[in-house]
């Protein structure tokens, strides 16, 4: 058994026209025993930036409160929330100060940088980026999500229309992963709104 | 505090992670840059070429990735292994003769940046597993280096690396003549490269060139862009509103209550 495998998570986050969304299965597991099904992998940096975090759910909480704790100072020293692009830079070194002993995590980023772009980037757990246009994917269930967001993605996308194709792709993504599921929350980041939406899925 | 630590790794996680691999939990890979990169030298440079593919075990993490990496103006260098200790390794060594070339005024030197690369790769031993091509033209000239993750280095006018090095080092073999023109080295480092896509695995996608003279730098992503989507869906699948069931919504209003523009600047007075 690999240590990614032990709580179970799957995390997807896609790109659309001036919007990204991003969302994460809701089951919180110990190896096959699910112990909590409203467990949210997502996190909030700020209004325009959210992250997800895959892997071991006791270092996806350590990590989260290391992040809130470094923005908290960002924004002391900077006097503004930071942008994305920076953030990822936070992640990938954060991760990376752990080469030799790493937090089990693999986190997915998404924002809109100030000019109303849409930034996602991903990374294996010692901080190796990855930026795509696209979409990002992470988890347990990442075999099937690749897959189905290869097929479903489009670009420019608006904030409904990547609502329903992310909410697609992440809940028959996850249907074929037993560590993952039992409904979904996507979040979908626009300019002037954040849209939060909890889904209903297979609850097996 | 952690705020007040500078640099260096932290190792506090290790005890912790060799507990778990104790309990049989075995630690999962890392990203790693499976690659093709190659550079040879020429009448008046260097090329540098590399593959376009990252992956994870044998999953493509990345169809489209860059690993040429920035060292100075001057100096470009291709990396293969795990990608966060080329894209990190690199990343110190520009930032360090950034520094150094501020401290001199003088252009940094590709000898300079291979011994600070080869010096911190020795220093850990292979555990910082990152092979390298450096490539860059300064006052001596044009030179070439491979970097060995334990440290070792060689100097070459021809050079490969990655799982792709034997593939790319045919056809170097085959091909190379000194002093060769401009276009000449760039059609042979991209056919070298082509033969890494085309036949190892752990390499694909597209083909990245880095030209280097005493003249400049010519970056050339996605050079040859060999693997494009051949089964784009002729009608994309488009869902409704309400294609999936929402239990709960909540929307948050982001606007900002206070917009900062930009201000004249106020004419002031003089008397």
Known sequence: MSIFEYNGSAIVAMAGKECVAIGSDLRFGVQLQTLATDYKKVYKI??????????????????????????????????RDIKPSAF??????????????????????????????????????????????????????????????ESLWRPDLGPEELFETLSQALLSG??????????????????????????????? | METAQQGGFSFDL???????AAKGVQHPGFTKTGTTIAGLIFKDGVVLGADTRSTAGSTVADKN???IHFIAPNIYCCGAGTAADTE??????????????????????????????????????????????????????????????????????????????????????????????????MALVARAIRSGVMNDLGSGSNVDLCIITKDGVEYLRN???????????????????????????RVYDIRRAVQVVEGEPMEMEVS
């Open chain 2, 88 to 185: 990190n390794v690199t990343g110190m060594v520009a930032s360090q003769l950034e520094l150094h070339r501020y401290a001199t005024g003088t252009q940094s030197r590709v000898v300079t940046a291979m011994t600070l690369l080869k010096g911190h790769l020795f220093k850990y031993q292979g555990h910082v597993s990152a092979a390298l091509v450096l490539g860059g033209v300064d006052f001596r000239g044009p030179h070439l280096f491979t970097v060995y993750p334990h440290g070792s280095t060689d100097s070459l006018p021809f050079a490969t690396m990655g799982s792709g090095s034997l593939n790319a080092m045919a056809v170097f073999e085959a091909g190379f003549k000194d002093d060769m023109s401009r276009e000449e080295a």
């Open chain 1, 46 to 79: 700020h209004d325009q930036l959210f992250i997800g975090l895959a892997g071991l759910g006791t270092d996806a909480e350590t990590l989260s409160q290391r992040f809130a704790f470094k923005h908290n100072l960002y924004k002391l020293r900077e006097e």
């Open chain 1, 88 to 149: 990822g830079q936070l992640v990938s070194a954060t991760l990376y100060e752990r080469r030799f002993g790493p937090y089990f995590c693999q986190p997915v980023i998404a924002g809109l940088e100030p000019d109303g772009s849409p930034y996602l980037c991903g990374m294996d757990s010692i901080g190796a980026q990855e930026t795509a246009k696209d979409f990002m994917v992470a988890g347990t269930a990442t075999d099937s999500l690749l897959g189905i967001c």
């Open chain 2, 65 to 67: 990735c860059e690993k």
């Open chain 2, 223 to 249: 050079h040859e862009y060999l693997q494009t989507k051949t089964y784009e869906r002729q009608f994309p699948q488009k869902f409704a509103s309400g294609s999936v069931p929402v239990v709960r919504e």
């Open chain 2, 14 to 20: 290790c005890k912790r992670n060799e507990f778990f």
């Open chain 1, 174 to 204: 996850q249907d074929r992963d037993c560590l993952a599921g039992w409904g979904a929350v996507v979040y979908v980041i626009t300019k002037d709104k954040v849209i939060a939406r909890t889904l209903k899925g297979r609850m097996d």
